[in-house]
């Protein structure tokens, strides 16, 4: 659901030199440092050394076997490097008893010989900052991770049950959904996020919490912490938290609307422009345009699984057609009401299963090749697409999102900008990844055609 983001610039971020973190290292009595990372899938990695090994740690002198992450190198390859971000250190709020604190850095990934590893998703992200930067732009997004809180089983296995029965923005007896999300809030406080909001979502067990927008690889950063920190205290409370799109039937799946505009160096948004129609500046409608155009293919990253797809579904507020409108919810771009520093477009499609660095890349990718081809989007739908009739949407030139994962991988392999803007090895892999997933779900017999099949045939 929608928040106001974007209102006024970002605080300054909070800098450390190697220096300042083994100081502080030391003085917090800390035992141990994570060195962290994603793979190509989005799945949270990470490297864990003693206190004997800060000081090669923090001089990106760490190892590890590539082969065996998902989509990376082959074995006969394998060596590659983690160098810490500085920026990311943050010490974890938790004591693991006997064990000592932990603090964390996040990593980019090198090859032995000091150049950049293609296939690092931090770094694919990287690379489009930079183009946009040559262009006099930098992204800020801002998003919404929704999140189911279950129960787990008597022998700690996952379900899908929940005691809360509660819905969009209730305030109800507090549960221990509601005594969960709480205490995620203060661990992720405790890590510098700065939360806008916490709230009871539309489906019983959903939630969601907001934290500010930033720069892109700032909030693509934080979308992996967050996740890692969900699961985490989820688990203490005896519950279990995921970041599946549709893991129940008959109800609202969870959303990643993701807010984005781009600001000039001097601090301007490029999207405003108060004398023009909608006050959005010919710059917002050429992104606009290329989220539009491209969306096909961006949905192969930002609804990456085959669950992804039993959310795109009529009736559950998600989109299922591309088009974009001001208010109006139900197209696949919207631009909420807010205007000067605050204007930005939303795009509702992405959900919290995807890998947020390669989905800010290929969103970013889609919104500057329309400014670069000077894309000029649709009118604007002011009507409830999902009421139109199939005439209506035609008159409209209103297409629909692809409608499984098949499809959208097929979309993306013809969408060169997309494939440039993840780069060859990421491109190849994931779609190698994704084809093999695919396969092996149409492979499968699924409960629901044994139940319709079995006693009929």
């Excluded at 106001?4 to 973190?21: G, Q, S």
């Excluded at 916490?198 to 892109?216: K, L, N, P, T």
């Excluded at 690889?217 to 995921?242: E, I, Y």
Aim: some cysteine; aromatic content about 10%.
């Amino acid at each position: 659901m929608t928040k106001e983001h974007l209102v006024d610039r970002p605080k300054e971020k909070t800098t450390h030199d190697r220096a300042k973190i083994l100081s502080i290292l030391e003085k917090e009595g800390i035992q141990y440092l994570r060195l962290m990372f994603t793979d190509l899938l989005g799945m949270n990695k990470n490297v864990e050394v003693p206190k004997t090994q800060f000081e090669k740690a923090l001089d990106g002198q760490i190892m590890f076997d590539g082969s065996s992450i998902e989509g990376f190198v082959r074995i006969e390859e394998s060596d590659m490097i983690l160098v810490p971000d500085y920026n990311t250190f943050a010490i974890f709020p938790w004591d693991d008893g006997n064990e000592g604190r932990a603090a964390r850095l996040i990593c980019d990934i090198y090859n032995p010989d000091g150049t950049p590893f293609s296939g690092c998703p931090r770094q694919t992200l990287k690379r489009q900052i930079a183009r946009a930067g040559e262009l006099g732009y930098e992204l800020m997004a801002g998003v919404e991770a929704e999140f189911f809180l279950f129960e787990l089983g008597e022998n700690g296995e996952f379900t899908t049950k929940t005691h809360d029965s509660g819905g969009y923005f209730d305030l109800a007896p507090i549960d221990k959904g509601e005594v969960c999300r709480r205490a995620i809030v203060r661990a992720l406080q405790s890590l510098s996020f700065d939360i806008e909001a916490a709230h009871h979502e539309v489906a019983e067990g959903q939630h969601e919490i907001d934290f500010r927008y930033g720069d892109a690889l700032q909030v693509a950063d934080n979308l992996a912490t967050f996740r890692f920190v969900v699961r985490k205290v989820a688990r203490s409370f005896g519950l279990h938290a995921t970041f599946m799109p549709k893991p129940v039937f008959g109800i609202n799946g969870s959303g990643m609307h993701t807010h984005q505009s781009l600001f000039t160096h001097e601090g301007e948004n490029a999207f405003y422009d108060p004398d023009a129609e909608w006050q959005l500046s010919e710059t917002a409608l050429h992104y606009i345009a290329g989220l539009l155009k491209h969306a096909p293919g961006i949905c192969a990253i930002t609804n990456p699984i085959v669950n992804s797809y039993k959310r795109l579904v009529p009736g559950y507020e998600a989109p299922t057609h591309i088009a974009w409108s001001e208010r109006n919810r139900s197209p696949l771009c919207r631009v909420p009401a807010r205007r000067g520093l605050g204007t930005r477009v939303e795009l509702r499609m992405p959900d919290p299963a995807c890998n947020p660095y390669l989905a800010l890349a290929v969103m970013l990718g889609a919104g500057l090749d329309g400014i670069h081809n000077k894309l000029t989007p649709p009118a604007p739908v002011d009507k409830n697409i999902y009421k139109m009739s199939q005439r209506e949407r035609a008159r409209s030139k209103i297409t629909s999102l692809p409608r499984d994962l098949n499809e959208a991988i097929a979309a993306f392999k013809k969408d060169k900008v997309l494939s440039e803007a993840l780069g060859e090895q990421v491109s190849e892999s994931f779609i190698r990844i994704k084809e093999a997933e695919w396969h092996d779900y149409i492979a499968a017999v699924h409960p629901w055609e044994v139940d319709r099949y079995l006693a009929t045939y």
